[in-house]
């Protein structure tokens, strides 16, 4: 199975931070990457799929980068509608893996 | 509006069955593969089954590999889960995810509000 690792498992960010969030896979999975939001008490929502594009209506403050081994998440300037919870997954292959998690909150 | 609305979740004692359905709307359902992902209470996400838009393929965690059955009808824009043997370990919040399309940009991938099945004597 493919292990996902993400980093950091949380972080206290303010208004209008720039924030980065690292997915690492255990072996190349190319760009077959996702990134989903969760807000507590809600489904998942998908941001980011094939490590770069964005799902349609999600703000163009998030953007997903990488390839192989190695892919960030960036909110550029954090909102308030952004405390939450971002997975990555990757869909390379079975099983489809998630990180572990990781959780923005107010600073 | 493209959306996906589970349904199907409820109360089983341990060994029970559970059939888990997700209607699709507003987006060419057959199209796309199609997941079921669970959430224990207070967990993160756990990828359980895919399909692929014709069902020729399915695939499955081995944690509950010939137990469930993932299925599909496209002529009714339905996914389903069969669930039997079901264990404690089985208790989460279940929903189905449509499988983003790599050679499709500014998709719209849908997940479904999710269906809560508790196994409990």
């Known amino acids: 199975d493919i292990h996902m690792t993400q980093s950091p498992s949380s972080l206290s960010a303010s208004l209008g931070d720039r924030v980065t969030i690292t997915c690492r896979a255990s072996?190349?999975?190319?760009?077959?990457l996702n990134w989903y939001q969760q807000k507590p008490g809600k489904a998942p929502n998908l941001l980011i799929y094939?490590?770069?594009n964005l799902q349609s209506g999600v703000p163009s403050r998030f953007s997903g980068n990488g390839s192989g081994t190695d892919f960030t998440l960036t909110i550029s300037s954090l909102r308030p509608e952004d405390f939450a919870t971002y997975y990555c997954?990757?869909?390379?292959?079975?099983?489809?893996?998630f990180g572990q998690g990781t959780r923005v909150d107010i600073k | 509006d493209v959306k996906l609305v589970g349904s199907g979740g409820g109360l089983v004692k341990p060994g029970g069955s559970l059939r888990l359905s997700c209607a699709a709307s507003?987006?060419?359902?057959?199209?796309?593969?199609m997941n079921w992902v669970r959430q224990a209470p207070g967990r993160g996400l756990e990828w359980v089954s895919s399909?692929?838009?014709?069902?020729?393929?399915?695939f499955y965690a081995d944690s509950v590999r010939g137990r469930f059955t993932i299925s599909r009808d496209n002529a009714k824009n339905s996914l389903f889960l069969q669930m039997n043997s079901l264990t404690a370990e089985d208790t989460a919040l279940y929903y189905c995810?449509?499988?983003?399309?790599?050679?499709?940009?500014?998709?719209?991938?849908?997940w479904g509000q999710g269906s809560l099945v508790i196994v409990s004597s």
């Open positions: 995810v449509t499988e983003p399309n790599y050679y499709e940009t500014n998709g719209n991938y849908p």
């Open positions: 399909i692929s838009p014709t069902s020729t393929y399915t």
């Open positions: 997954q990757q869909s390379y292959m079975t099983p489809r893996t």
């Open positions: 072996q190349s999975v190319d760009i077959f």
């Open positions: 094939a490590a770069s």
């Open positions: 507003g987006f060419r359902f057959s199209r796309y593969s």
